[in-house]
């Protein structure tokens, strides 16, 4: 367990209503990582931070926006979610160097 | 990032069985090759992982075999059990895994009692 809580676990709201996933560590890991899960998709990096306020676009970054203002928070905001968006979030932490990523347990966000 | 293809899509093995799947690359850059494994309503996890300077590794029931030539890597895990059904991943990495790992698609693994 490393000590990854995302918030919040459920969530259902409308199309174009922004919304916000947080992620909260408390190993001190320097990357954090936003992924979605996707049926027949597998896993995606959305966006990903290798330290505070130092962000980078994942494979599928469009229509997310980051932001980390201390090392143990690590927010993904939709801005105007959509329909496409409805997925299940995962946030992930790493050590420097090692490749290895630890996973919370997800959000799910369900946009109608 | 480049794709990581992962077979198959879903497996049914006997309890006691060897179960197999398959991953192949395309990035030579990939310097890291983790397997994940996840249950349902949980986030994946760390099973077992190798680095390109083995051809092989075992941890218990599983193992890593790893062909560089052909780019191609699989899990095998034997004496299957049912608190073996889950979904597995294949990921890659480069450069100490910085960027993030790309995933495999998944397999599904149903192991019948």
């Known amino acids: 367990d490393a000590g990854i809580t995302q918030s919040p676990r459920h969530k259902v709201t409308e199309t174009g209503t922004p919304v916000t996933l947080r992620c909260h560590q408390t190993?001190?890991?320097?990357?954090m990582y936003w992924y979605r899960q996707d049926p027949g998709h597998g896993l995606r990096l959305i966006h990903y931070?290798?330290?505070?306020?130092?962000?980078d676009k994942g494979e599928v970054s469009d229509g997310y926006s980051v932001s980390r203002s201390k090392t143990e928070d690590f927010l993904l905001t939709l801005e105007s979610a959509t329909s496409s968006q409805t997925s299940v979030y995962f946030c992930?932490?790493?050590?420097?160097?090692?490749?290895?990523?630890?996973f919370g347990e997800g959000s799910r966000l369900t946009v109608l | 990032q480049q794709q990581v293809k992962q077979s198959p899509q879903s497996l049914i093995v006997q309890k006691g069985g060897i179960s197999i799947i398959n991953c192949a690359y395309e990035?030579?850059?990939?310097?890291?090759f983790p397997w994940y494994q996840q249950f349902p309503g949980k986030g994946p996890a760390l099973l077992i992982a190798?680095?390109?300077?083995?051809s092989e590794k075992k941890e218990g029931r599983f193992t890593i075999s790893f062909n560089k030539s052909a780019k191609q890597f699989s899990l095998h895990i034997m004496d299957s059990q049912p608190g073996d059904s889950a979904t597995y991943f294949c990921?890659?990495?480069?450069?100490?895994?910085?960027?993030?790992?790309?995933f495999g698609k998944g397999t599904h693994l149903i192991i019948q009692p």
């Open positions: 992930a932490t790493a050590v420097s160097g090692t490749g290895e990523l630890f």
């Open positions: 190993e001190n890991h320097r990357y």
């Open positions: 931070s290798y330290g505070v306020k130092d962000t």
């Open positions: 990035n030579t850059a990939f310097d890291y």
């Open positions: 190798i680095r390109p300077d083995v």
């Open positions: 990921a890659a990495s480069r450069g100490g895994g910085a960027d993030g790992l790309t």
